[in-house]
């Protein structure tokens, strides 16, 4: 073997340069090709000492050698272990002697050694073989002959075979190192892996073919007429000196729109390099909103003989950047002319059950569901996916930021920096992801990489891009100074930069946790570059809060661009036990050091791709529709770019206390791209005929047609506008209430009920309803929720730091909470039963609770807290098992202050599991904000809770908070045989600005210093 993973000087031997001429065809339209996926046989090596002398022999006896899937990644199917890590790099890589990088520690570092036979028959073609993605490195062998070597895992990879095949039984050896020297250009946030995890293919070329071929097109000032530019390679095996010729075919919908022959020029040598320009008046554009999607195919003839033929996805659209202009507008990223705002994630190539080696269908169900949920762009966090994903993306209609696969996070201040070794290794990678993917439409630019720092390395890699490709814009965040990055990126850049950059003033160029670091950038120097968040809304947990802020301010300003979610999909590995009990597992979960724990958890939708929360958030906020009511007419502010409204349908449904009223489905109008319209809304609520407390109006827009990805009927816009709002008032109730006190509890008579209260807790620690007993826990003050992650901040591991920052500080000050002075007394038979509290923290807090005759209690707090709170309210738990729970507020799915806007206030009804969340990482969950009214169980046998004055909050867990608090994973969390029941006046936001922190804006807060009340009913029932 030749061990060139640890050879910092040999990153590819062999392998061809790439290519976006796609696969070539026979005359019939067949591939010709042979996909080698499949079994194969695997042994597994600890190391470098452990692989069989000269495996890769055909004569090798390799019977001790187990049977794998290709693709695949060996820690999938039973071997070695996955290592999840963020910034550090695993130990067999991480050098203690930065000045010795790259080193390789061998001992660590584990090998697979892979054997497959094929049948190859009789051919005159040219024989080579693809492996479009190999973790870390691969020693390829042919019948026992050294092929060639490459690193950058997710890039492909070719050789020519042809002198080493034969007709008949072939041998492929592949030897891959889990760990090389390019190793220490991909330390992105995700999960280590190792394997053969792409498809194998054979390709078999004729000697003379098409060997490249590049198409873009450009326009007109109205985009009116395009031109389609062509340049193609034709490559042969000898000097070309025959009449070569090339039909071109232009298909749209499987039927050929274009067709027209070429006559190239034999000009003696090995390669033919053709230009072409065609003019269209006729043409449809290609955009995310609709993906008219082009087949180019480009036949090779030599006179009458069918030499080659290819084909390319293709799409007539531009993307340009404007600069701002004199009257201060822009500057803007135009689609196709128009100003264009990402709606975007970020997305890892990984699935739960598949690591790497991610199906097709499940890549294609990955975009249908962003699609339905108007995500419309999707960066490739971060290096480049397979080439199935951007033909996806092509059909489907996603703007697409691809990324070279380069992250140096750990070591960044040191590599690639402006040292010429990794300069040339950056560039080969980003050269492989150009000339791969540049024909396709849906890719709108090209990221030089993530989070690598920044050198000359950079500006290098830049100009190879240009050399190839000058059609999409080039994006890279840490570009400081703005050399190299044709638009402003940052990562997580708070509300109040975003409004600094919005205006153009003087911004620094770096981290907004730590103001001082970073580049100041003078307004001069960034005006005409666009902004986008690379990554923002970092969505870890029970997070995304604010969300609807960062919309506000993305529409308010013109250089603000959009932005891509931090991130998909939860980067959780499955893992089912002997007892078939499902595990989502994290860093840490298989023992690997070093490991980033849960930061695995960062998704819109959870590893299996259910949804979380959040999704419902994003989903609200990227629609293309502002909706507004004035009077009596509907307001429809149209932020498609392409889309008239009248493509549409409205839906109106008319909401009485919560319960659907009325409902109609009308024609929208005509209203252009850009532009307002409105519709009549003839609704009073004054004319209803019957006692009611609130009315809303739901408006919504459904599409007329099913399209690729959605039904007929999907909505893709709705808003709900409150046209009556309740006052929150109760009926006063005639008491004759009664009451004894022993030294240690309050006995209170309420109509049918009973309840006692503890003197020295202060908590009612009973109710009880003709001999029946409600509660199995005390109904008691709360102020400390189960942690969130962004509460708990994984990041930091110091304890004394999360102590001073007020981790979990209310769970240790509720152990303090003490009865400082109770009073009772009875106004007009209602029994009132006054407490003030001392607690740290608390400048005042007070509760009163006042029982009535018909067997309720009006609950109310007031507090004033030292510090800002968490959430404040009331816990309980009822003794019987709850099967149904009512209630009117914002749902169905769960929602806090700073992320409801995606939520509606209706009635809704179910089980208890219906309105709660399991975060795969147990945290706080299932809060709901805007409540009415609250109805656990039925009226017979249930209670009631309804709100006073304003809305509460409230959850409902099978599990108490404790439970919550100390799981660790979803399965260790089990139901009890009772419900926890949480009203609160008011929960923090989640927040989700800053990685892992829920730093939170004021007005999601619950701030210090200031008044802050609760008051609700209570209804035994």
């Not at 850049?493 to 153009?504: A, R």
């Amino acid at each position: 073997m030749k061990n060139y993973w640890k050879d910092f000087s040999v990153y590819n031997i062999n392998s061809i340069d790439r290519y976006a001429s796609g696969f070539p065809l026979d005359q019939k339209g067949n591939y010709k090709i042979q996909s080698l996926n499949g079994k194969w046989k695997f042994k597994f090596c600890k190391n470098i000492t452990e692989v069989p002398d000269k495996f890769y022999l055909p004569q090798a006896n390799i019977s001790d050698f187990d049977e794998i899937d290709v693709p695949s990644n060996w820690q999938f199917k039973g071997y070695d272990i996955p290592i999840y890590s963020n910034i550090a790099y695993p130990y067999a890589i991480a050098s203690k002697n930065l000045f010795a990088v790259p080193h390789i520690y061998a001992r660590k570092n584990p090998i697979g050694c892979y054997v497959k036979e094929f049948e190859v028959n009789e051919t005159s073609d040219n024989i080579f073989i693809n492996f479009a993605g190999v973790n870390s490195s691969a020693e390829v062998y042919v019948n026992g002959n050294f092929v060639g070597f490459s690193e950058s895992t997710f890039d492909e990879q070719e050789y020519n075979i042809t002198k080493f095949v034969k007709p008949g039984k072939n041998t492929l050896a592949v030897m891959v190192a889990r760990w090389c020297t390019g190793s220490y250009l991909e330390d992105q946030d995700m999960w280590r892996l190792a394997g053969i995890f792409r498809d194998v293919t054979l390709i078999y070329k004729p000697t003379t073919e098409i060997a490249d071929m590049y198409f873009y097109s450009d326009f007109n000032v109205d985009f009116t007429s395009a031109t389609l530019n062509g340049k193609i390679n034709i490559q042969s095996n000898d000097n070309i000196n025959s009449n070569l010729s090339i039909v071109l075919l232009l298909k749209f919908d499987n039927k050929v729109v274009f067709s027209k022959d070429y006559a190239l020029e034999k000009n003696g040598n090995s390669s033919i390099e053709f230009n072409l320009s065609e003019d269209f008046n006729d043409f449809k554009l290609w955009s995310h909103e609709y993906p008219n999607l082009y087949e180019i195919q480009v036949d090779l003839y030599d006179g009458e003989t069918f030499l080659d033929s290819r084909k390319t996805n293709f799409g007539f659209r531009k993307i340009e950047i404007i600069p701002m202009s004199e009257d201060g507008r822009g500057p803007f990223i135009l689609l196709n002319g128009k100003p264009v705002k990402f709606c975007g994630v970020n997305r890892h190539d990984f699935h739960p059950e598949y690591g790497h080696a991610v199906p097709k269908d499940l890549i294609e169900k990955d975009i249908i569901l962003c699609k339905k949920n108007n995500i419309t762009a999707i960066r490739t966090a971060h290096y480049p996916n397979a080439k199935v994903f951007y033909d996806l993306c092509d059909k489907y209609g996603v703007l697409v930021m691809s990324e070279n696969n380069l992250e140096t996070h750990g070591i960044s201040y040191l590599i690639p920096r402006s040292n010429k070794k990794w300069s040339e290794q950056c560039c080969y990678r980003v050269r492989n992801m150009v000339n791969t993917f540049k024909n396709h439409p849906c890719i709108v630019s090209w990221s030089l990489g993530n989070e690598a720092g920044y050198g000359e390395s950079f500006a290098d890699m830049k100009k190879e891009i240009l050399k190839i490709d000058k059609t999409r814009f080039v994006h890279y965040e840490a570009d400081s100074h703005l050399k190299s990055s044709d638009v402003f990126s940052k990562m997580y850049s708070k509300l109040e930069s975003m409004e600094t950059i919005g205006k153009n003033k003087p911004i620094r160029h770096g981290t907004d946790i730590w103001r001082l670091i970073g580049v100041k950038l003078k307004p001069e120097e960034y005006k005409d570059k666009p902004f986008i968040q690379c990554e923002y809304a970092h969505c870890m947990g029970n997070s995304l809060g604010n969300f609807a802020d960062y919309w506000t301010e993305f529409k308010k300003y013109d250089r603000l661009a959009g932005g891509f979610i931090w991130d998909f999909a939860d980067q959780t590995i499955k893992y089912t036990h002997k007892d078939g009990v499902t595990e989502w597992r994290y860093g840490g979960d298989f023992g690997d050091k070093p490991n980033s724990g849960v930061f695995v958890f960062n998704g819109i939708v959870r590893g299996d791709r259910s949804p979380n929360p959040a999704l419902y958030e994003v989903r609200k906020q990227y629609q293309q529709v502002d909706i507004g009511l004035e009077k009596n007419k509907i307001i429809f502010k149209n932020r498609y770019l392409f889309t008239n409204l009248e493509e549409f349908n409205c839906k109106l449904e008319i909401y009485i206390d919560g319960e659907l009223f009325q409902e109609d489905v009308i024609d929208m109008p005509s209203i252009a791209p850009g532009e307002e319209g409105e519709l009549k809304f003839n609704f009073n609520h004054k004319n209803i005929n019957f006692q009611y407390d609130e009315v809303s109006v739901v408006i919504s827009l459904l599409t007329k047609k099913a399209n690729l990805y959605s039904p007929e009927n999907h909505c893709v816009a709705y808003e709900q506008i409150i046209v009556k709002k309740s006052d929150f008032s109760v009926d006063d109730i005639k008491s004759n209430c009664t009451y004894m006190q022993t030294d240690l509890e309050i006995i209170i008579k309420f109509g049918p009920c009973t309840a006692i209260i503890d003197k020295k807790t202060g908590s009612i620690i009973s109710i009880d309803k003709n001999g029946y007993e409600r509660l199995k826990e005390p109904f008691r003050l709360n102020f400390h929720r189960a942690t969130i992650d962004n509460d708990s901040l994984p990041q930091v591991n110091l304890k004394i730091v999360q102590f001073v920052i007020g981790v979990n500080r209310f769970k240790r000050a509720m152990k303090r909470l003490r009865v400082k002075k109770l009073n009772i007394f009875s106004t007009e038979g209602v029994i009132k039963v006054s407490i003030n509290w001392r607690m740290p923290y608390m400048k005042d807090l007070k509760t009163v609770y006042s029982f009535n005759g018909d067997g309720s209690f009006d609950v109310e707090m007031r507090v004033v807290p030292l510090v800002n709170l968490v959430r404040y309210g009331f816990t309980l738990a009822l003794r019987e098992d709850v099967e149904k729970v009512s209630f009117y507020g914002k749902g169905p799915f769960e929602n806090y202050c700073d992320r409801n806007t995606g939520a509606l206030i209706k009635k809704y009804s179910g089980k208890v599991d219906d309105f709660m969340h399991d975060y795969l990482h147990p945290q706080e969950n299932g809060n709901h904000t805007e409540v009415r009214w609250l109805q656990l169980g039925n009226e017979v046998n249930g209670m009631k809770f309804t709100a006073i004055s304003k809305p509460f909050e409230m959850s409902v867990h099978p599990y108490s908070l404790e439970m919550l608090d100390s799981a660790n994973h979803l399965h260790e969390l089990e139901n009890l045989d009772y419900l926890t029941v949480n009203i609160d006046g008011k929960q923090r936001g989640v927040g989700g600005d800053v990685p892992a922190i829920a730093y939170t804006k004021p007005p999601y807060k619950i701030l210090r210093n200031q008044l802050h009340s609760l008051n609700f009913r209570v209804k035994i029932q």
